[in-house]
C-alpha cells in the first residue's frame, strides 16, 4: 500500500506486519534459530540504535563522521554538482548535514527505511537544519527489493549506503543488492558506501558488548518486539545477548541465548528453547578493502574513490556503474 502523510513529505510502502509474522515462524523453525535483523528497528530498535551511535566502545559512527569531516572536499568533489541524495537506512541528520553542506547544489535528499519512525524523525529534524532542501522520506523494506528506485527523483542520483549497513548483509544478499543497484543506476549516477574494516578483536567485541548494556536491550528488544506485534509470549529475562567476532567469517556475531529450556508461544505455533541454544539475529561482516573491491566488481560496479580515519578502522568508498 502506498500513502502520504498530512505534509505530503514521506511515501509509505508500508512493510506489512505479515512479512515480520512469515520471517519470524520461519527463522525459528530452523535449526539454528535465525531473525534478519532488519526486524530490530521498530521505533524502540530505531531509538536505541541512535543510542548505541553515542556510546563510547561503538566507534563506527564516530569514525564514519570523521572521515565526512575530515575529507568532505574531496568526497563532495566526487559526488558532484546537481544529485539528488537517497540514504538507504536513516544515518544521523548529523552526518546529512555534513554532506549537503560540502556537496554543491544538492536537489533533493530522500531518506528510505524500513521503520516509519525513524523516516519521520529524519524529515522533521532535516526540515530544521537544511530549511532550503526539497527532502521526502519513503518507508519501505530496501534489503528485499530495489523497486524504491522508482520513488525518488529523476536526474543524477547518488546513492548512500553508510555506517556499514551492507555488512548487515550475507554475502549471497550482498552481491544480489549490488547487483540489483548497479542495473537501475545511470552510468552517471554513484553509490557512497560506508564499510567497516577489520581490526582488533578487543575493540570489535568491545562495540557490541557495551557495559551500559544497550547493544543488549537492542537485541533483547527483538524478543519485546514479537511479543507486542504477533501476541508472542517470551519472558525476555529468559534470554541473554552475546555478541562475538567469528574472525572466520570476519563477522561479528549477535545471538539471543536461551538461559534455561523452555518452550515458547509465537502466534499460535510452540517453539522450543534448550538452555544454550541461540537465535541468530545479526552479522555484522568487516571488510578488507581489496576484498570489499572485488565483491562490487562482480556485481558491475567498480571503486572509483576510498577514503579512511587515520586510525584505519572505516572507510567511505565511492562506486560507479
Ligand atoms: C546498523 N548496523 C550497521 C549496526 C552494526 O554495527 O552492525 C547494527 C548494530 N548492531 C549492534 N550494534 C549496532
Not at 501476541?231 to 529475562?237: M, R, S, Y
Not at 515458547?264 to 581489496?290: D, I, L, R, W
Amino acid at each position: 500500500m502506498t500513502k502520504t502523510d498530512n505534509s505530503g513529505m514521506i511515501i509509505d510502502l508500508n512493510p506489512s506486519l505479515a512479512s515480520f509474522q512469515k520471517d519470524v515462524l520461519t527463522g525459528l523453525s530452523r535449526n539454528p534459530k535465525v531473525i534478519a535483523p532488519k526486524h530490530f528497528y521498530d521505533e524502540r530498535g530505531s531509538r536505541l540504535f541512535n543510542t548505541i551511535t553515542t556510546l563510547s566502545e561503538y566507534y563506527p559512527t564516530r569514525t564514519e563522521k570523521r572521515i565526512l569531516r575530515d575529507q568532505s572536499a574531496a568526497i563532495a568533489a566526487a559526488i558532484g554538482t546537481s544529485a539528488s541524495l537517497v540514504e538507504l537506512g536513516c544515518g544521523s541528520e548529523e552526518k546529512i548535514e555534513l554532506l549537503i553542506s560540502a556537496v554543491p547544489m544538492v536537489k533533493s535528499y530522500t531518506p528510505i527505511d524500513i521503520s516509519l519512525s525513524a523516516v519521520e524523525d529524519t524529515v522533521s529534524k532535516l526540515k530544521i537544519v537544511c530549511p532550503g532542501l526539497h527532502i521526502y522520506g519513503l518507508c519501505a523494506d530496501y534489503t528485499s527489493s530495489t523497486d524504491f528506485l522508482q520513488y525518488t527523483a529523476s536526474g543524477r542520483r547518488v546513492i548512500l549506503f553508510l555506517g556499514s549497513t551492507i555488512g548487515n548483509f550475507e554475502e549471497l544478499e550482498r552481491h544480489m543488492f549490488l547487483e540489483n543497484l548497479r542495473a537501475q543506476l545511470s552510468p552517471d549516477d554513484g553509490i557512497l558506501i560506508g564499510i567497516d574494516l577489520v581490526k582488533e578483536r578487543a575493540v570489535l567485541e568491545a562495540a557490541y558488548n557495551d557495559t551500559s548494556g544497550v547493544t543488549a536491550e537492542f537485541n533483547l528488544n527483538m524478543l519485546e518486539r514479537m511479543n507486542r506485534e504477533l501476541g508472542a509470549a517470551f519472558e525476555v529475562e529468559k534470554f541473554r545477548h552475546t555478541a562475538f567476532f567469528n574472525e572466520e567469517k570476519s563477522s561479528i556475531e549477535m545471538h539471543l541465548e536461551s538461559i534455561t529450556d523452555q518452550i515458547v508461544e509465537v502466534a499460535g505455533k510452540s517453539f522450543t528453547f534448550m538452555a544454550g541454544e541461540t537465535v541468530h539475529t545479526e552479522n555484522s561482516y568487516k571488510f578488507h578493502v581489496e576484498a570489499f573491491e572485488k565483491e562490487a566488481l562482480e556485481a558491475g560496479l567498480s571503486l572509483k574513490k576510498v577514503w579512511k580515519d587515520p586510525q584505519g578502522w572505516f572507510a567511505l568508498t565511492y562506486l560507479e556503474a
